[in-house]
């Protein structure tokens, strides 16, 4: 575009026009994903990569601040029970920023999923007039408030009585020669306080349970020892979590040996040594009815847990988590857990609870396994593919009802298509050609939406890995930092801005882990910034986290390689700023002394790399004399956040612009230091902050 086109007000929309157009449009033609503000090619492989036009306005005159401006509003977005505003789609049009999705737009679609006469949620809807409404609620008071768990309803956490502690001291005894010598179980009003540690913290990150309908007397053992022991270390009581994760894991380590056992016993045993036309059309193979059958479902929830536990927990766990890792995508392959169940012709409450759990319980597999991928740069152990002919979650308000008159209403007054997941994650890849309209489901769950980023990051883990090494320029003593092509990032990206987008239009969506739909919609940010981040600066073989040594990590950090220049990478940098811009919204010492409580582990991984990618931005720029407009704005953003804190002090303190620039770089990874110093629920967390401290130390050393 040239550029006295920029100086034409004719030729620029207003800030709201541009958010009003930043909504959902799925069955859209591939946007022009352009590099540069003047070439904007239909063709993808075409894409020209010239510097922005500088005469580009900064930014709106409206809008005077830019904290104001990723917040949405000064007033906004600061009651958890309010509907999400934006990840920052209207925010690019406010910075100057080329943005090729603007024109991602919502097209109306069948609604399919209210009753007669009755919009559902999420369509033909302005997600924005919705965001920026703030009115007081005209409910009478005296009418049932809605609660974390459900519509009207409050649901109570299980609690142990008499009866049950004995019932489980029996099946401890029944085990005693499985568990450990040294196993001690504790007493009653331990256990009931280690339940209560479980379901008021690690069970909203990933709800596979059916809460209302859950029996802990009459659950497997390794899932009543696995709910102790993640339960003991949310209540910080470590010595007792690891002797309870001990337990279940030993009961986990018997039950995969007795069935591997009667596997070889099954397969060494002898054929038949005659047909006989009697057994025409049966398998020449023993009897098994004496063979375990497919483990149960239980069983995988119970791994879950204590593969969770040993996951971000003491490094001498990691070889336990990646065993238990590799068994747990075994056991879903083998006991065909991976394809759907058949609906049955009258969906029961029970019915619907057994196929929402098996399903979530597969989802959450698919997280934690992706997990391993995003912390320790390890290869997917299940991939997408493998979960695409699953459908999709229904909504967190009908898996927390707490009795079947109140699913059955909510049924009938929302119904839920039943969409695969594979149609959707195609759905974020698609042109303008056809497609059923039911894929095009603009208000997904916050369990579907998670799903789909856990995806979108997959595809941008693989795509990575499939670069060749050898067309990278490495330094030849670290990983190389796989270039992916221009079409590939355009392709993913665009992909990205659609989840982005219909994340903004989901009612469940909220940027609060106290939100009353749960943490799952502000989860799954976390995972969409570090898949944005990856697309443009692939620091995963930079961090040496399975070391879990801090000396180590922050050398790995130093010798990462530094961001190119691009409106693509500004971008990336924009979601950076947003992410870390939350921990001032919410105060740098409130954020270290609640988000171990509050906030997932994977919000410390989220911000890690946004921290560690920002600075290395600005270490990129440092000695820079040709700044565009978008880095100068962006820069001007990152101080405004500093600002809010007592490391500005360095910074503005600093002799000469280059310094400032270091100095700039050093407080955006004490930022992030400083909210992670308090205590934390699992001990990686802790070693991020050693690192981040090593780290900045010599960023100032040089």
């Known amino acids: 575009m040239p550029a006295d086109q920029h100086d034409d007000p004719s030729q620029q929309r207003p800030a709201s026009q541009n958010a009003e157009q930043s909504v959902v ?31 580009q306005p900064l930014l709106h005159p409206e809008i005077p601040d830019d904290l104001d401006i990723l917040w949405g509003d000064s007033e906004l977005g600061l009651d958890p029970n309010a509907p999400a505003f934006p990840l920052c789609s209207f925010s690019f049009a406010q910075y100057g920023i080329s943005d090729p999705f603007q024109s991602l737009q919502v097209e109306p679609f069948p609604n399919f999923n209210s009753t007669e006469g009755q919009q559902g949620p999420g369509l033909n809807e302005d997600p924005l007039s919705r965001n920026m409404s703030r009115l ?19 649901l109570s956490i299980p609690q142990i009585n008499r009866s049950d502690y004995a019932m489980i001291s029996s099946m401890i005894h029944d085990q005693k020669h499985v568990l450990p010598p040294t196993f001690h179980w504790p007493s009653r009003h331990a256990l009931s306080r280690y339940v209560e540690g479980f379901f008021n913290g690690f069970y909203d990150h990933l709800p596979f349970l059916h809460l209302p309908t859950f029996a802990l007397s009459s659950s497997p053992l390794m899932l009543i ?5 993640m339960g003991a270390q949310f209540r910080f009581e470590r010595e007792e979590a690891i002797e309870l994760w001990k337990g279940a894991k030993a009961l986990i380590d018997d039950h995969l040996r007795r069935r591997a056992n009667d596997v070889n016993a099954a397969v060494h045993t002898p054929l038949q040594p005659s047909f006989s036309p009697s057994r025409a059309g049966q398998s020449d193979t023993i009897d098994k009815s004496n063979v375990e059958p497919l483990m149960s479902l239980e069983t995988i929830q119970a791994i879950i847990i204590v593969l969770s536990f040993a996951t971000w927990n003491h490094k001498s766990l990691l070889r336990d988590a990646y065993t238990l890792a590799t068994e747990l995508s075994f056991s879903l392959r083998q006991g065909d857990f991976l394809s759907e169940t058949r609906q049955p ?50 909504p967190e308000e009908q898996w927390r009802a707490g009795s079947s008159e109140e699913w059955r ?11 695969s997941i594979g149609s959707c994650f195609d759905a974020l890849f698609s042109s303008n050609e056809y497609s059923p309209p039911e894929v095009y489901h603009t208000s997904w769950s916050s369990f579907g939406n998670i799903t789909l980023v856990h995806s979108l990051f997959q595809q941008v883990y693989i795509s990575r890995e499939l670069c060749p090494s050898f067309l990278t320029q490495g330094n030849g003593h670290g990983p190389a930092a796989h270039a992916l092509s221009h079409t590939a990032i355009s392709v993913l990206e665009t992909a990205l801005r659609r989840w982005q987008l219909t994340w903004e239009s ?27 981040i990856r697309l443009h600066f692939n620091i995963g073989p930079f961090r040496q986290l399975q070391t879990q040594d801090a000396t180590a990590i922050a050398e790995a950090f130093r010798m990462a390689p530094h961001p190119t220049r691009s409106p693509e990478v500004n971008r990336a940098v924009l979601q950076s700023v947003h992410s870390l811009s939350i921990l001032i919204r919410e105060g740098i010492e409130f954020v270290s002394r609640t988000q171990t409580l509050t906030w997932s582990i994977v919000h410390s991984l989220c911000n890690l790399e946004c921290a ?30 500093i600002a809010e804190t007592k490391l500005i002090h360095s910074v ?10 270091k100095q700039l770089s050093v407080a955006v990874i004490q930022l992030l230091a400083e909210t992670l110093k308090g205590t934390h629920v699992f001990e990686l967390a802790d070693t991020f902050y050693t690192s981040l401290k090593l780290y900045a130390n010599m960023i100032n050393s040089r």
Not at 37 to 47: K, R
Not at 225 to 229: D, E, G, K, R, V
Not at 652 to 657: D, F, S
């Open 25 to 55: 449009q799925l069955a859209l033609p591939t946007p022009t994903i352009g590099l540069g503000a003047e070439n904007h090619n239909d063709d993808l492989n075409q894409i020209q990569s010239g510097p922005l036009d500088v005469s």
């Open 506 to 532: 989901s009612k469940e969506s909220s940027i609060h882990s106290a939100s009353l739909n749960g943490p799952l919609a502000f989860n799954s940010t976390a995972i969409f910034r570090i898949a944005y």
């Open 345 to 394: 012709k009258e969906l029961t409450w029970e019915k619907w609870i057994e196929r929402e759990g098996r399903r979530r319980t597969i989802l959450v597999s698919y997280f934690l396994l992706n997990l391993h991928s995003v912390t320790y740069n390890i290869p997917p152990r299940l991939v997408t593919s493998e979960i695409r002919s699953l459908n999709m979650p229904f």
């Open 225 to 229: 020892l696995a709910i102790f022991a």
């Open 612 to 641: 560690i990618f920002l600075s290395k931005w600005i270490e990129t720029i440092q000695g820079a004399q040709d700044l565009h407009s978008e880095e100068r704005r962006l820069m001007s953003t990152v101080e405004s956040i």
């Open 409 to 419: 209403l909510m049924h009938r007054d929302n119904p839920w298509p039943e969409i």
């Open 652 to 661: 503005r303190n600093a002799p000469n612009e280059t310094m400032r620039k």
């Open 136 to 154: 007081p609620s005209l409910q009478p008071e005296d009418q049932p408030q809605p609660t974390r768990f459900g519509q009207g309803s409050k």
